[in-house]
């Protein structure tokens, strides 16, 4: 692969940060496009990668470009690529599978055990001026989705998993646990998905109140309530249809099992840092449906549709544009981890 130096944002090592050259593909090989970067948005575990300098077995050794939420334009078409041309706007879709594996070839490319993913070690991310990527993970825009709006897909894609892996029917209720970035592409996936209302919970009153200024989103503070108490009180007592855990937070599946209605689903879209205590009998007196999600597959069109028709609308959730220059003071930003803050975006391109 030809590699040439490209100023990007580079992870040196844990806390550490500099925007530097560094030697990146240049040219589009068989299937793959060359696309100019446009908006990059700063993700819960690239800054995880910044102050920890790792998550779970992935290890930061070797300086590592962050990001894998990015919008640009294709500049350059290689050797066999006919979906996509030259000056097309279009985002990323960041894991590569291998297309003939066993998991590809089941549709299930997101846990391919080969799959590639930007910005998880040693896979470089795309804070740079231009990337080299796969045509077929490459998804051309129309032209009432914006650059900004077309990276925050990537997260609204782990929303959407998480929906269809749910099996919504129309007018359920559903319940989220955890008002993060995550937590609110979640609750914005179900309602689009069917769901009728939403219950979603935190401690952050500044994060309920993002969440809840969405009609069909209800807002719980859970120092204030009991979640199962709001469940059963909009519920008549049955329970909710579908709960999504995405706070990750241990504590959140001491009693969870109060909360999704018989016969309910509980997806698993949040990652606890270590095992947690799982309640057989509570979960089987009620044959609770369990699902896990991990990233998404063939969602990414979905997702681009539903933006573009006005069902899902993202934008109050970019809270600050950096430029690529000040992407280090963004990175700090993004560790400070602000409650009002949820998505953070980097405008790499700022001709446009
Ligand atoms: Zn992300």
Redesign the pocket.
Known sequence: MKTQPIRALVLERQRQLSLREIDLPVSPRLGEVKIKVHTV?I????VHYYTHGKIGPFVVREPMVLG??ASGTVVEVGEGVTNLKRGDRVCME?GIPDPNSRASKLGIYNVDPSVTFWATPPIHGCLAPYVVHPASFTYKLPDAVSFAEAAMV??FA?GLQAASKAKIAPGDLGVVIGAGPIGIMVALAALAGGCSRVIISDLQPQKLAIAGSYPGIVPVNIKNDRLAEVVARESDDWGADIVFEASGSPKAYECIFDLPRPGGCLVAVGMPVNPVAFDVVSAAAKEVRIETVFRYANVYDRAIAMIASGKVDLKPLISETFRFEESIAAFERAAEGRPGDVKLQIRVDEAV
Do not use: I, L, M, R
């Open positions: 948005g993700c819960g575990s690239d894998h939420e960041p990537e997260p782990v």
